[in-house]
């Protein structure tokens, strides 16, 4: 019996398996943030499987998942059920245009979800793609919001240093981190950017009640200096991700939310990230920080990864003024092709059902404080380990050289991305940021995988820290 045409092109593609497919990447596939520097020799290792908290490459490498993806598989590798979802969501109707007067089953069942996991005053959903697209869809909307209640100066974002929003090209704006934009253009004068929430490096003298008033004041003073009758919404991350996992000093959203309050500032949330049980909520603005966003933005955990997914979710006041028509045959006119698309909602749905199955919000929530306790008790032990920082399952460690004076090592040390190395090596997987690491597990790590993990950990940063002493970086 003949082989399908599909099964005939994969052979024809990849007669050497590892060999080709880590050249056919090198050749054809540009990857996001790559580093030129290296990837033109080395490559990409290749990915082929994964299941529950384990990744294996196409060398039969076998690797603990630190980072979930990308922040982003948050219910483990292989659920069957979500694969499943999808498989009968694609054979029974796979997609269909979600314009005008047309919807389809999973869309409709994901967005009364949604509506029902949020906090009470969102309840309305618009779909797009993925994080960046959501976060530009917010913008987007909030513009188009204030125009059409005869506010069309109010236009400005406040932003922070540090945060990260996306790549597309607003998304791309909005964020804040130092290596984000190099080379890149952004949107002239749209975006004012604050000081980034970082307790650890906080001036010195500071408490952290002294220190979030700095912050706070900083963003009152920038509100006035633009003029509120042009600042249209402020933008953050409850907790920041990509910019180094840091976290606000007490009271900090809540205050600046009262400010954007009294000065008819929106606030938008981004979730991308925290959402889904990394902090040990479906939603962590209100359930963790005590604000209530005007919107709030969500992506990666929404489907585990399983398909691309994301969306944005508007409060009933804003609502009530983009669902006026503008004009005579006026429409909403923006949206995607795949807003809404079918085969991802299914996901969703079948992610949501096993999160709720399973309580991995409850898990989370109590196993968090052993994964922070192991850390802190094996960690601070290494002298270039500075501060571990961060809430549940999304964690960040900072490597300096100097505890006293948290002074950094030169780049060439390349602390971060030792560590990676070595935890690599042990199989373990984990993200360096230059002299920062970060773990985003997925949320069914027990006791007994964080016992393995640190211990890796442990042995990772003392063969580095042996390194660096060799290489004279430490006296």
């Known amino acids: 019996m003949s082989k399908p045409p599909e099964i005939l092109l994969m052979d024809s593609l990849m007669p050497q398996q590892t060999r080709d497919l880590h050249q056919l990447d090198k050749a054809h596939f540009i990857h996001p943030f790559t580093d030129f520097s290296v990837f033109k020799e080395k490559g990409c290792e290749v990915i082929t499987r994964s299941a529950g908290i384990h990744v294996e490459d196409s060398k039969g490498n076998r690797y603990i998942d630190g980072l979930g993806g990308l922040w982003c598989v948050n219910v483990g590798h292989g659920r069957r059920e979500i694969g499943d979802a999808m498989a009968a969501q694609a054979s029974k109707m796979a997609y269909y245009s979600p314009f005008n007067n047309l919807t389809n089953e999973p869309a409709t069942l994901l967005a009364a979800k949604l509506a029902a996991l949020a906090p009470a005053h ?28 005869g506010l069309p100066r109010k236009k400005k974002i406040i932003a922070r240093k540090s945060g990260y929003h996306g790549t597309t090209y607003l998304a791309a704006s909005l964020t804040g981190t130092a290596s984000g934009n190099w080379g890149f253009d952004t949107v002239e004068g749209l975006v004012t950017h604050i000081s980034e929430a970082n307790c650890y490096r906080r001036p010195a003298g500071l408490s952290e009640a002294q220190y979030a008033d700095f912050l706070v004041d900083e963003f009152k003073t920038t509100v006035e200096k633009l003029g509120a009758d042009r600042v249209a919404a402020f933008i953050a991350e409850p907790i920041m991700g990509a910019g180094g996992v840091l976290v606000a000093p007490e009271g900090y959203h809540r205050r600046i939310q009262e400010i954007c309050r009294a000065n008819d500032i929106l606030y938008i949330s981004d979730e991308v990230v ?35 997914l994301g969306a944005t979710l508007i409060s009933d006041a804003i609502y009530d003024v983009i669902s006026r028509p503008q004009c005579k045959e006026g429409v909403l006119s923006t949206g995607y092709t795949y807003s809404g698309h079918p085969v991802s909602c299914a996901a969703a749905l079948a992610n949501l059902a096993i999160m709720e199955r399973e309580n991995l919000c409850r898990h989370v929530r109590e196993t968090a404080p052993y994964f922070r306790e192991q850390l802190q008790n094996r960690l601070y032990a290494h002298e270039i380990v500075g501060d571990i920082r961060g809430s549940h399952f999304m964690i960040g460690m900072e490597n300096v050289a100097d505890r006293d004076s948290k002074a950094l090592f030169p780049a060439e040390a390349r602390v971060g991305q030792r560590i990676a190395e070595e935890c690599q090596k042990r199989g373990f997987l984990i993200r360096p940021l230059k002299h920062i690491n970060i773990m985003s597990p997925p949320l069914i790590w027990t006791r007994e995988v964080i016992d393995t993990v640190v211990a890796i950990l442990d042995e990772s940063i003392a063969a580095v820290v042996d390194s660096l002493k060799k290489e004279g970086f430490i006296q």
Not at 141 to 148: C, S, T
Not at 284 to 294: C, L, M, R, T
């Open 274 to 308: 925290t959402g889904f049980g990394r902090l040990g909520h479906y939603f962590a603005s209100e359930a963790v920080f005590n604000i209530q966003p005007d919107i709030i933005n969500i992506a990666k955990g929404l489907t585990s990864g399983y398909s691309p």
């Open 122 to 149: 969102l309840q309305h959903v618009f779909y797009s793609c993925g994080g960046s697209v959501a976060n530009d869809t917010a913008i987007r909307l909030v513009h188009y919001y204030f125009n059409q209640k």
